[in-house]
């Protein structure tokens, strides 16, 4: 097996890096903003405007109109799932765990890749920064699994204690040779850089032929945040992405 790759403590001041990830998380959310309030409203003020012009014309021009609504409406499931993609809404409103079930169901359908997800019900909340963090990490390994791996199956996992929180992201796909570094770009940079912020720690296994393993570890404050609902303590939950998305 690869010895893993390590990445340990940040440094004491930002680098440039962490700096342009944190201002392109920013743009992101702006954009998303923007598609989802401008963008996706004004798609719908055309559709409405095309639904009282409908009931004015004769069966031939409604049939025309309602084509063009289709096509409104398929532009309209592109602009929200773009929007999602930039900066998911649950992540701001209903937090971590339900971005994460409804991005990797997302996968599941784009890429045709079964997809596991365990974690905890309920997810004690975090800072915004390790939620922004962890969803990136895995936005990052599930493309890398969809681009290079040719994998039929990826597990996402999450699990904390008092002192820290891990994330897992495994599959069952090709792997890499030790010493392939064309697979470790500017995503794996970027997934460094943004555990050093967090003074976490990345690693990453392979073995060729029997798929990839990625272990990102982040410590927590010594005072566990306080769970989402009120019930004590966490259970973890394994499902299908979709029978997850279902549930929440």
């Not at 403590?9 to 962490?18: I, K």
């Not at 922004?132 to 681009?147: D, G, P, S, W």
């Not at 003074?199 to 990839?212: F, M």
Request: some cysteine.
């Amino acid at each position: 097996m690869k010895k893993p790759d390590d990445t340990g403590s940040a440094p004491p001041e930002r680098s440039l890096t962490a700096r342009l990830l944190a201002a392109q998380d920013e743009e992101r959310r702006k954009i998303s903003r923007e598609l989802h309030d401008s963008v996706g409203q004004s798609l719908a003020a055309v559709k409405m405007a095309l639904g009282r012009l409908k009931r004015k014309l004769g069966p031939r021009e409604v049939r025309e109109i309602e084509d063009a609504e289709s096509l409104i409406d398929e532009v309209l499931a592109e602009v929200r799932t773009v929007s999602h993609l930039l900066h998911p809404p649950s992540l701001d409103m209903m937090g971590l765990r339900s971005s994460l079930v409804w991005y990797a169901e997302g996968f599941r359908k784009r890429a045709g890749v079964e997809t596991d997800i365990e974690i905890p019900e309920p997810l004690p909340k975090l800072p915004e920064n390790v939620q922004i963090v962890l969803f990136r990490l895995v936005q990052e390994c599930l493309t890398n699994v969809h681009r290079h791996a040719e994998a039929s199956h990826v597990m996402v996992r999450v699990a904390l204690n008092s002192s820290e929180l891990q994330l897992e992201v495994t599959d069952n796909g090709k792997g890499f040779a030790p010493l392939d570094r064309s697979l470790q770009g500017v995503g794996i940079l970027g997934m460094q850089e943004r555990l050093k912020e967090l003074s976490g720690i990345l690693r990453i296994e392979s073995i060729p032929g029997k798929g990839s393993s990625v272990l990102a570890t982040i410590p927590l404050a010594e005072s566990r945040p306080e769970a989402d609902h009120p019930e004590s303590g966490s259970r973890p939950r394994s499902t299908r992405a979709g029978r997850a998305a279902h549930a929440s």
